[in-house]
Nanobody, 124 residues
Framework: QVQLVESGGGLVQAGGSLRLSCAASGRTFSGYHMGWFRQAPGKEREFVAAISWSSGNTRYADSVKGRFTISRDNAKNTVYLQMNSLKPEDTAVYFC?????????????????WGQGTQVTVSS
């Protein structure tokens, strides 16, 4: 079992920045690929970014490329999502997730553990 707890969400004006954190406990964190997903009201959960266990591979949704950066610190059992140039359409609940899958995936159904989410609201 892996327990995930997100933090760092909040209210920010368009063009601003936020840094989300996801602290993991339980099984060996470094053995999992990690992802960030988000869900806006009335919409399905969507992929945002993912990072391999070694940080050697990352993937991003087209909508956030060049604005968001995913990173991890295995010594601190934490994964981060740096969000810059935020837009109102980035408003959502952001979730971190862990997968035991060997390949780095953007498919939320293939992630095994999820945090409770943190709200990000971007005002125009």
């Amino acid at each position: 079992q892996v327990q995930l707890v997100e933090s760092g969400g909040g209210l920010v004006q368009a063009g601003g920045s936020l840094r989300l954190s996801c602290a993991a406990s339980g099984r060996t964190f470094s053995g999992y690929h990690m992802g960030w997903f988000r869900q806006a009201p009335g919409k399905e959960r969507e992929f945002v970014a993912a990072i391999s266990w070694s940080s050697g591979n990352t993937r991003y949704a087209d909508s956030v490329k060049g604005r968001f950066t995913i990173s991890r610190d295995n010594a601190k059992n934490t994964v981060y999502l740096q969000m810059n140039s935020l837009k109102p359409e980035d408003t959502a609940v952001y979730f971190c997730a862990a997968t035991r899958l060997v390949v780095l995936t953007t498919n939320s159904r293939l992630y095994d553990y999820w945090g409770q989410g943190t709200q990000v609201t971007v005002s125009s």
